[in-house]
């Protein structure tokens, strides 16, 4: 009885990975890892996902993520912290019930910044995994879909869209 009454999670909000380091050269790759994590995840047709305007108003705010949660109307919410060492990035990363205050899933990467599209990839696919959605083959190929080999190519796509996302003079001619 208690099986049946249990709600599936149906939206997810993914908030701002936090630089934590504090290092202005790695901001982009904070926002760049966020933005490709909420893209993948709005590909699933059974899931709702906030959008990057909604999930970017907490960006360095210091909201509490169950709160923000509440906020945004969602029953999971995706938190994540990225600091770089040299040439390896470590990204924390954890999925929340908003509803059961609870965390539903936690894990810990630590690869060169070579590896960050691989990354994105195993982070997308392990919060659907957790999740427990049912994805088409279709889906499946979308969440994992691999749009570039080139990383420099990628991480000059991703520090693109932040100036741009910044919407001033400066950012958008950088």
Known sequence: RRQASVTSIDSIAVLPFV????????????????????????????????????AFRFKDKGTD??????????RAVLTGRLSQRGDDLLVS?????????????????SQPVSNLLSMQRSIASEITNNLQ??????????VNKNYTEDVEAYQLYL?????????????LQK
């Not at 709160?67 to 945004?72: C, I, N, T």
């Open 19 to 54: 630089n934590q380091n504090n290092d202005a050269n790695v901001e982009y790759l904070c926002d760049g890892l966020t933005e490709s994590i909420i893209n993948s995840l709005a590909k699933l047709s059974h899931l709702r996902v906030v959008a990057r305007s909604s």
């Open 65 to 74: 993520p169950l709160s923000a949660g509440k906020e945004l109307g969602v």
């Open 93 to 109: 990363v954890e999925l929340l019930d908003v509803r059961e205050n609870k965390q539903l899933w936690g894990d810990q990467y």
């Open 133 to 142: 959605l049912k994805l088409s083959g279709t889906e499946e190929k979308n």
């Open 159 to 171: 520090k693109g869209r932040y100036y741009w996302s910044k919407r001033t003079a400066d950012g």
